[in-house]
């Protein structure tokens, strides 16, 4: 697959195949298509410039947002002014579980503006957009983003060479004497043994064993039915009874500390 500045692939992204590049994933929430294309259309112009890859995922209305929000979004324009569900209160929702993502306000009222701030808004952007005001926010935005090391880990398989930031894996398994790693849109098999890679992942805070095949990053856990954990891609991750109890607690504690 050649990588290209752009890769959009029906909403998803998968920016860890056999080169390695830092791929920004933006959500743009607008209930008007032209002004989506537009805000494209000067995003790219953006990235063109500046030499940075990025990832578009589209929603119409705040609900389906957050239906389908993933939480290693790096940037966010949304409309204030939505029918089915406004801007604010979908920045309030987001931001009980998400207070690190960047976001833009997009809007034709500037009444609207400092009810935005109160959601952590980095700016917001009056309508019609002009690229020059986009620019200059972007570049506001990058240079706090940059020097921001996230943390990652780096293996290779008989597939290539790959670098998985933590908070893009969803969990992992035991398969055979090495372990499956899910991320993003693909597996991959990581020549290591559970204990190792438990040793490694449980240095994140987002990481639990939940059985002494899986370890599950509780960021995607959205329910837990029986002896399953739910993520929020629709997987269902098994929870073994003698891990039960001390993977609640550590769920609890997790789901405590994100509100």
Not at 119 to 139: H, Q
Request: net charge negative; glycine share 6%; proline share 2%.
């Amino acid at each position: 697959m050649t990588k290209s500045k752009f890769e959009e692939m029906g909403g998803r992204l998968n920016p860890y195949l056999v080169e390695i590049i830092d791929v920004f994933k933006i959500a743009i929430c607008d209930d008007e298509q032209s002004l989506i294309v537009e805000l494209k259309k000067n995003l790219k112009r953006y990235a063109d410039e500046t030499e940075k890859t990025f990832c578009f995922f589209e929603f119409y209305d705040g609900t389906e947002l957050l239906e389908n929000y993933q939480p290693d979004f790096d940037l966010i324009f949304m409309d204030i002014k939505m029918e089915k569900l406004n801007g604010l209160k979908t920045a309030e929702e987001i931001r009980k579980t998400d207070s690190g993502v960047g976001l833009f306000f997009l809007t034709s009222l500037s009444q609207y503006v400092w009810k935005g701030y109160e959601y952590g808004a980095i700016n917001y952007l009056l309508k019609p957009m002009k690229y020059g005001r986009l620019k200059m926010e972007l570049d506001r935005f990058f240079s706090r983003y940059q020097g921001r090391e996230e943390a990652y880990l780096s293996f290779s398989n008989d597939n290539g060479k790959y670098k998985v930031l933590y908070k893009n894996l969803r969990y992992a398994e035991t398969q055979k004497r090495n372990v499956l790693l899910h991320f993003d849109e693909q597996e991959q098999v990581i020549y290591k043994n559970m204990k190792e890679i438990a040793s490694l992942l449980e240095t994140q805070q987002q990481f639990a064993r939940c059985h002494a095949s899986f370890i599950v990053n509780m960021a995607y856990v959205k329910s837990v039915e029986n002896l399953e954990a739910v993520l929020t891609t629709g997987e269902h991750v098994p929870i073994s009874q003698p891990k039960r109890k001390e993977f609640m607690a550590r769920l609890a504690d997790f789901w405590g500390d994100m509100l």
